[in-house]
Every structure is written in C-alpha cells, then in structure tokens.
C-alpha cells in the first residue's frame, strides 16, 4: 500500500510556497507603486472704490473687496463648502469703519483655464463691535489677461517630491453687492487694484519603496 499521507504533504507545501511567493509578489507590486496626493485652491479677487457718505456728510471712497475661494484635497474632487470673503472698510473723519465676513458660505462655479468665475450668496459681516450685518453678493469675474503659469520641483531628500504649479490671469469683474439692505455696489469693479483668477495645486508624490 502506498503512503499517500506524505505525498498529500509535499503538495500542501508547495501550493503553500506558491501561494506565498504570490503574496510577496503582489505585496511587492502594491508597495512598488507611487502615492500622490494633490491639494487644490482657486481664488478670485474683485476690488471696487466706492463714495460712501460719513455720519457727518463728508463723502470719501470707501472699499469693497470680495473674494471667492475653493478648495479640495484628494480623493476629493470637489469644495462642498466654497466660500466667499467681503470687506468694506474706510476712513472717515469722525473714525474709520471696517465690516468684514471670512467665510460666507457661496455658490461657485468656474471654467477651465481661469476663463470665468461666478460666486453668489449671502450672510453676515461684521463691525469692529461684532454687530452682524447682512450682505448679499451677487459677482462674475472673466479672464481678460494672458495665463500665466509657474511651475516648481521640490525634492525631500528623495522621499517625497512636490510639484506645486500657480496660474493667474488678470479679469474683469461685475457684481451687485447689499449690506443692511442698501446697495453698495452695482456694476464693474472699478478699484486701481485689477480683478483677477488664480489657482494653485500642490502635488506631492511619494516614490515607490524598494
């Protein structure tokens, strides 16, 4: 009679030593491949010179920023949370004012290649006492500019490399703007600081480990 107790062993052990090899072999692969996470931030920026009337009837140019921002990091591919700055601020004789919100929530939607952003919404802004004021913005930035882009490399000692890469481009920019009610602006951004779109993704790829 044969013994097949050892021969039914000789074959587990090499089934085993394949499966084995097969593990290594994929745990290799998988270690072999690059990580690359990727962070990415769009701003647009509009500034608008406004005659605003003190308390005391002097009349002086006052200034409206808004600036609309959003942002992701992988694996997300989109800002769920977008949001939108608005400042007024100025100088008048009987003291300056400043009404400022960080972080309005808006909505945004832009094209490719910094050609057009669009930021709608509404929320509070604030006095230097924190009073809360309500605004509304209604704004819409094209690109009128060449694009410009830089790109820079970085190398952590080999273990990681960033590639961060920015692109600007100069706009024009039309918007309603309300706070208390009252119609700040309505029409282009007319500040000596020109609209513009900008983007930066930051991506940092971790090669394979040997």
């Known amino acids: 009679m044969l013994d097949t107790t050892s021969g039914r062993l000789r074959g587990a052990v090499i089934v085993s030593v394949v499966g084995l ?3 290594l072999a994929f745990a290799t692969s998988a270690s072999a491949q690059a990580e690359t ?3 990415f931030e769009e701003q647009a920026q509009a500034n608008w010179a406004v005659q605003h009337e003190c308390d005391g009837g002097t009349v002086i140019e006052a200034r409206l920023l808004v600036e609309s921002t959003r942002d992701f990091e992988t694996p997300e591919t989109e800002d769920a949370d977008p949001t939108v700055r608005v400042q007024y601020a100025g100088v008048c004789p009987e003291g300056s004012f400043n009404l400022v919100g960080n972080q309005i929530p ?4 832009s094209t490719e290649n910094l050609k057009s952003v669009h ?3 509404e929320g509070i802004v604030r006095d230097a006492l924190r009073n809360p004021h309500p605004v509304t913005f209604d704004v819409s930035w094209t690109g009128s500019g060449p694009l410009q882009t830089s790109v820079r490399t970085t190398s952590n000692q080999g273990f990681r490399i960033n590639t961060s890469t920015e692109k ?3 706009a024009t920019a039309t918007g309603v703007v309300t706070i208390d009610g009252e119609e700040i602006v309505n029409g ?3 500040h000596r ?3 513009f779109i900008e983007t930066l993704e ?3 790829t971790t090669p394979p480990s040997n």
């Open 21 to 23: 090899l097969g593990s």
């Open 37 to 39: 996470s990727v962070f």
């Open 106 to 109: 808006a909505t945004i939607t």
């Open 119 to 121: 930021a709608q919404g």
């Open 168 to 170: 600007r481009r100069e």
């Open 188 to 190: 282009a951004a007319n």
């Open 193 to 195: 600081i020109t609209p």
């Open 202 to 204: 930051e991506r940092n």
